[in-house]
């Protein structure tokens, strides 16, 4: 079993920034890859990008392109989801999955985690 902790999370400003972490613990070798999500309220969950966790390959959403950033410490388990000029249809709860990496991007997720909130004010 895996378990995924996502924090980092809180309250920011319009054009501001977070980083997001996500914690990964017991059975690591199971899944090659991570996920970023994010559902808002009655809206429908989004994929945002993912990473290959062997070689460090990312792909991204295009509605985040260019202002999120995902990488990985396999050192500690973690993988990061680092935010930037961040607007308030950015505000959700965001998830981390892992998965299988495709070659292009992190599928059949296989473990969650509990999500962490994300509020922008403009």
């Known amino acids: 079993q895996v378990q995924l902790v996502e924090s980092g999370g809180g309250s920011v400003q319009a054009g501001g920034s977070l980083r997001l972490s996500c914690v990964a613990s017991g059975a690591t070798w199971t899944y090659n890859c991570m996920d970023w999500l994010r559902q808002a309220p009655g809206k429908e969950r989004e994929g945002l990008g993912g990473i290959s966790l062997s070689s460090g390959i990312t792909g991204y959403a295009d509605s985040v392109k260019g202002r999120f950033t995902i990488s990985r410490d396999n050192t500690k388990n973690t993988v990061y989801l680092q935010m930037n000029n961040l607007k308030a249809e950015d505000s959700a709860m965001y998830y981390c999955?892992?998965?299988?990496?495709?070659?292009?991007?992190?599928?059949?997720?296989?473990?969650w985690g509990q999500g962490t909130q994300v509020t922008v004010s403009s």
């Open positions: 999955a892992a998965g299988r990496w495709s070659g292009r991007s992190c599928v059949d997720f296989r473990y």
